[in-house]
């Protein structure tokens, strides 16, 4: 058998359909200068972002410092509040700082590790249906999707959700491979089991996000799967059992465990996981109905209807804003992809892999890309990373499926159908920022010229006798040229808007709680508008420049990014503070500063810890539990990190949560097991509900103990007397 060919059972009923054989030179060549391309992506210049989100780096520098709090996903090694997840991504962070040490490379070698990972599972999965260089592209499209190539590179839980859901969908197609034979039906019983503990996984990743592919899994295994009906179920009560054990071990402890005994479930108000995952991070997420959840005051964002606050829903929501430069660069083609794809494999055997695939990729994308448009509570650009195998899936299939078809006239028409709108698609995203304004002519002068060359190359290939000056030996080779000018013209005009957005996103450090590929975008609607890049009108900086909470609308930019919605030091220069080596010296970002070099009290990124008040954290710390408390998680996270001492998160990280009640934190302080009291950390918008402990004990701590101004900063020493 030729070496990278494929086998069919029609013809040869021992091996699965669709299955790709051996790799040829060419195809190695392929496949490493994918994974080098990758690389470069992933790993230069990624310490720029230096801690990039404080909340999960003071976590995983807790967990680096204390087993129980890597076993809960603890804010600080004092166990006092956990993040607002599941600890899974946490895990690999923490295990690499114990390792490496607490540095920024430290914190984002799993991200981008993860990356590699999702990269090159997407293009073997690809591969085996589609074949090598279907793979190929598949790989290069995920690596150059803007969003991608940002949360690869960042601390956010998504870089291992992604790699986890792309890995259960190459288990279910490696299922689906299997023979209907003794040996064949043990394997794929042994790839459900591995599809499901990959599910479980994530959900003890982000919760319920990672059952957005399960459908298509359910879908495309009742309809492919070579066994009976009776056979499938049973594989698929399997992945489900899979799943519950995998994920069930640590959600049975936060039961079991009593409260108390374990640091308090963050993001939840009755320190319940249950609640947090049906709540929270649950049906709130769709509903908006998110309590504890802290807004900007005002009005909605973008307009804000249907989404009210979190800016308008709708099918056309991830095409407009800055959520369109995310991820939307190719939907086009990803969507087509899916009927290409089911027309390719429409005379297949039911069990053919390649429409198995197309239903796995495509429900992935509507059922996700559904959800996203229409949820109503906390969204932000970022998540839609979520879609990009999809996105790279799809597009590899439609490539894959017209050049498989390029002899028909209705595969050529197709071609340059998608190839002009795409062009006129990205010279709108392009012409939504003013960075590089050349790129648009560029991009629209290839694209053009393509979709010409398409069409000559179609009307050859039509069916009426009036083209048959086309068929001449000398106009076939005519048409080959310009056939083969097409295809590299097309990958310009697809890919430069892509891979310009990524080679930005590349060059810039990011850090807080909400961050956006690419550069600027200055003309769009929805969430994200002009000047702010992450919030349109309505929310408003708290005290110190702070926002509300996680993820809070406002209009004028996070704490510590410029206004152009990116990090400070967003001309690729190294944010303030930040060592040559990456590696913060205050972990502070020059935006979130108060007088004197102190922290600026904003809840969504971290701020500067000063050297005097890090010197009196790390005085006698080893007497204390926590070094400090502090309002917030991103403030504690940011003093954390600098001192490299435990710093309690009063009410998580909106401020919200009642951990600990006063009376709880009086008892603390009764038994000497807090040394500081930093005030700030104010919420700087309105509270959905949640509870009132954070001002209590600021309050308290105001009336019983003298202040002390150091550096800008009001700090509390909770050993002295009490007044």
């Known amino acids: 058998m030729p070496a990278g060919r494929y086998v069919d059972t029609r013809t040869n009923p021992t091996v699965r359909s669709n299955i790709a054989t051996r790799r040829t030179t060419a195809d190695w060549i392929g496949f490493g200068g994918m994974m080098a391309f990758t690389a470069i992506i992933m790993f230069v210049n990624l310490t720029a972002s230096g801690y990039a989100n404080e909340f999960y780096s003071a976590a995983a520098q807790a967990g680096s410092k204390d087993w129980w709090a890597f076993l809960w996903g603890s804010l600080d090694s004092g166990n006092a509040i956990t993040v607002d997840k599941p600890p899974a991504a946490i895990w690999l962070m923490a295990l ?79 299922a689906l491979e299997c023979p209907d034979t003794r040996a064949g039906n043990r394997s794929r019983t042994l790839w459900m089991i591995l599809a499901g503990a990959c599910i479980g996984f994530g959900f003890l990743t982000k919760q319920m996000q990672v059952f957005l592919v399960v459908p298509g899994f359910a879908l495309a295994f009742l309809v492919a799967s070579p066994t009976g009906l009776v056979r499938r179920i049973v594989d698929g009560l399997v992945a489900v059992v899979s799943v519950v054990v995998s994920a069930g071990w640590w959600v049975a402890l936060t039961v079991l465990v009593p409260s108390g005994s374990r640091p308090y479930i963050g993001g939840s108000q009755t320190d319940s996981f249950l609640e947090l995952t049906f709540g929270y991070n649950g049906l709130g997420r769709i509903t908006g109905d998110e309590t504890g959840a802290v807004v900007g005051g005002g009005g909605g964002m973008g307009g804000g209807n249907g989404g009210g606050m979190w800016g308008q829903t709708g099918l056309t929501r991830l095409f407009d804003g800055e959520y369109g430069g995310q991820i939307a660069w190719l939907a086009p083609i990803a969507f087509a992809g899916i009927a290409i794809g089911l027309i390719v494999a429409r005379r297949s055997r039911r069990t053919d892999l390649r429409r198995a695939g197309t239903l796995v990729w495509g429900s992935w994308l509507i059922v996700t890309w559904l959800t996203f448009s229409f949820m109503a509570g906390i969204f932000h650009q970022y998540y839609t990373v979520a879609l990009a195998p999809a996105v790279a899936a799809l597009v590899a299939i439609a490539v894959s499926g017209l050049w498989a078809k390029r002899q028909w006239f209705w595969a050529r028409v197709v071609a340059a159908a998608l190839v002009l709108v795409n062009t006129f698609w990205a010279v709108e995203l392009l012409g939504r920022s003013t ?122 930019g996070m704490p510590g990014q410029s206004t152009d919605g990116q990090s400070a030091g967003s001309d690729g220069q190294q944010p303030d503070g930040q060592q040559p080596d990456g590696q913060p010296s205050t972990n502070g970002y020059d935006g979130q500063r108060g007088s004197g070099g102190g922290m600026g009290g904003g809840l969504l990124g971290g701020g500067t810890a000063s050297e005097e008040v890090v010197a009196m954290l790390k005085e006698n710390a080893d007497q204390y539990r926590w070094a400090a408390a502090t309002t917030g998680s991103q403030n504690a996270a940011s003093y954390q990190l600098a001192s490299e001492q435990a710093v309690m998160a009063i009410g998580g990280f909106n401020g919200s949560d009642p951990a600990p009640s006063l009376e709880q934190f009086k008892s603390y302080v009764e038994q000497g097991l807090i040394h500081y009291y930093i005030s700030g950390g104010g919420m700087g918008g309105r509270q959905l509900g949640g509870s009132d402990a954070a001002s209590e004990i600021a309050s308290w701590v105001s009336e019983h103990y003298e202040a002390q101004t150091v550096d800008g900063v009001t700090i509390y020493d909770l050993t002295s007397s009490a007044s």
């Open 435 to 556: 960075w590089l304004p050349w790129l648009r002519y560029l991009v629209m002068a290839a694209g053009l010229i393509a979709t010409l060359l398409l069409i000559i190359v179609s009307a050859a290939a039509a069916p009426t006798r009036e083209m048959r000056f086309l068929r001449t030996p000398h106009a076939r080779r005519a048409i080959t040229i310009a056939g083969a000018g097409a295809c590299a013209l097309a990958a310009v005009a697809l890919a430069a808007g892509p891979l310009a957005w990524t080679a930005y996103t590349v060059s810039t450090g990011h850090m807080g709680s909400i961050v956006t590929a690419g550069p600027n975008v200055t003309n769009s609607t929805g969430m994200g508008g002009p000047g702010g890049g992450q919030g349109g009108p309505g929310g408003q900086a708290g005290p110190g420049g702070g926002f509300g909470g996680q993820g809070a609308p406002g209009g004028m």
């Open 96 to 174: 690499s700082v114990r390792v490496l040490g607490l540095n920024s490379f430290a914190i984002l070698l799993p991200e981008a590790l993860c990356g590699m990972a999702s990269v090159w599972i997407l293009y073997a999965t690809i591969r085996r249906t589609w074949g090598n260089w279907a793979g190929v592209i598949a790989g290069l499209t995920l690596a150059t999707t803007p969003v991608a190539a940002l949360m690869f590179r960042f601390n956010n839980p998504d870089a291992l959700l992604v790699l986890l859901m792309t890995g259960a969908t190459a288990s279910v197609m490696r």
